[in-house]
C-alpha cells in the first residue's frame, strides 16, 4: 500500500467499521485528535482494524509513535518500510552542547495528574521542588468495577491522601469547598461566592466532565471525564478565566457552559487553598511521605490487568474475551501514571549528586515501561477481536507473559528507586528540597490524565 491508498483505508475504517461521527473534515492533512477526535484507545482501534482487514503490517514501534498528528502521518508511519526509512533518513545530530543533565535545567515537567498538576502549580513559581510529590502518582489509586472493568475514577475514590501529603510536606492548607451531603445546585452557589471573594494569590479548584468542554480537546476523550482545574472571574461576567496546568492551557470559556460542566451528575469536589503560603518540605516529612507511598512488593497495574483479563478468558460471571478491550479501555489514562517515575528519580539524584548518565539509563527504562503497556493494550485489543472465552489459549497466553514481561520491567525499575531512597536517607543532605534549586521550561511533552 502506498501513502494514498492507505488514506483511504483510514477513511474507509472509520465510516463503515467504527462508524466514526467526526469525518467531516477528513482528509489527509485532518487531525487526528483535534480535528476527527480519535483519543488514544480509537486510535489503537484503527490501526487494529488497518492490520486485521487491510492486511497493513504495524510494527510494534509504530504503536508507541508519539509524533503522528495527521492522517497523512499516520499513513505515512504505517507505509511498507516506513520504519527502515526513517531509520535511514536520520541525520545525524550536531554535538549537543555541554549539559548537566539531571542537575540542570531540567527541560521538561510531567503533566500526568489534574490533582497533582493544580496544586504544584503554585509551587513551582515559587522554586520550590515539587518532584518528591509525584511519588504519590505511579501507583495511584483506580478502581475494578463489579463487571471487572478498570477505572481511573469512581465515586468512592477521594483524594484524600494527596491532600494530607500536600498539606504536611509544603505547608500549604487545602480545603475542601464542595459538600457532598448538599445538593449540586447549593455546591455550585458556594464555588460562585468563593470566586467573588477570591485573593489574588488563591487558587479555587473544580471538578468538572470534560467531555461537556469538547473546545478542551485531550488524547483521552472519556465519557464521562472527571478533571480539576483551576477557575477565577475575567472582566467580562460571561465568561470564566480558566487555567488548567495538567494540558498547559489557559484561557476564557463562557460561563454557562463551566457551569454546565460541573453540574454533569458524573463529578463532584473542590478545593482552595493559598500557594503563597508553601515551604519546602523537611527530610523529616519526606522520608516518612517516602515510607507510607512507596509499595516496592506489588505493581497495582500489573495486579489489576492480568486478574481482569483471566476473568473474562474463563468466563466469569458471563464475560467474555469480546469484551475485553472494553474492559481495558481506560488502562492508557492509568499508564501514563508511570511516567512519575522519572520526577522520583530526579529528585534523588539530584540531591544526591549521582552521575547523570545512570539517569538517563533509568529514565529509558521508563520509557520501555510506558512503550511496553501500550504495546499491551494493543495485543489486548486484538485478543478481544479475534478471540472467544476458551477459544484462544495461545492468544491469552502471549498476553499473560506480556504481563509477566511488564511485572519483571517495573519490580527493576522498583529496586532501583529502593536504592536510591536508601542512600538519600543515610546522605544526611538537610532539608528535602533538592540539593539543586528547582528550574524547567515545558519543551518536553507528555500526555496528561
Known sequence: MND???????????????????????????RLNEDLYLDSVQLLQLILALEMTHGVSVPEEAINRQDVSTV??????????????VASDAVPAEPAAPSEGVHGAMPYDLKIHCFVSCVCDGLKTRGIDHRPFYALIWDAEFAITDRSRLAYHADAMDHESFRYWFE?????????????????????????AL???????????????????PERENKFNQNPFPHY???????????????????????VIERERMLNAIRQPSVAGGYRFDPSRAHPPTKADLTA?????????TNPLIDAARAIVLAHAEGRGGLRLADLGEALRELPVITIRKWAYEHGFAFFWRALRWPD??????CD?????????????????????????????????????????????????????????????????????????????????????
Open 357 to 362: 548518565p545512570e539517569f538517563q539509563r533509568i
Open 168 to 192: 504536611r510536606l509544603y505547608g500549604v492548607p487545602l480545603v475542601s469547598w464542595y459538600d457532598h451531603s448538599r445538593t449540586k445546585e447549593e455546591n455550585v452557589a458556594t464555588l460562585l
Open 365 to 449: 527504562e521508563i520509557e520501555a515501561l510506558v512503550n511496553g503497556l501500550t504495546a499491551l493494550h494493543y495485543a489486548v485489543l486484538k485478543l478481544a477481536r479475534t478471540g472467544e472465552a476458551g477459544e484462544d489459549a495461545a492468544g491469552v497466553a502471549a498476553v499473560l507473559a506480556r504481563l509477566d514481561a511488564l511485572d519483571a520491567q517495573e519490580f527493576a525499575i522498583k529496586r532501583q528507586l529502593a536504592a536510591a531512597y536508601a542512600a538519600w536517607r543515610q546522605a544526611g543532605t538537610g532539608p528535602g528540597q533538592a540539593a539543586v534549586p528547582f528550574r524547567a521550561t515545558p519543551s518536553r511533552e507528555r500526555l496528561s490524565a
Open 72 to 85: 497523512a502521518d499516520l499513513a505515512r508511519l504505517l507505509a511498507p518500510g516506513a520504519q527502515e526509512d
Open 195 to 213: 470566586m467573588e471573594r477570591r485573593a489574588p494569590d488563591e487558587g479555587i479548584m473544580v471538578m468538572l466532565d470534560m467531555f461537556h468542554l
Open 289 to 297: 511521605f517516602f515510607e507510607a507511598c512507596f509499595r516496592l512488593d
Open 229 to 251: 482545574l483551576l477557575v477565577s472571574l475575567s472582566d467580562d461576567p460571561d465568561l470564566w478565566q480558566v487555567r488548567d496546568p495538567d494540558f498547559r492551557w489557559e484561557g
Open 4 to 30: 494514498e491508498t492507505l488514506i483511504a483505508a483510514i477513511g474507509t475504517v472509520l465510516r463503515e467499521e467504527m462508524r466514526h461521527p467526526h469525518l467531516d473534515g477528513f482528509g489527509p492533512e485532518a
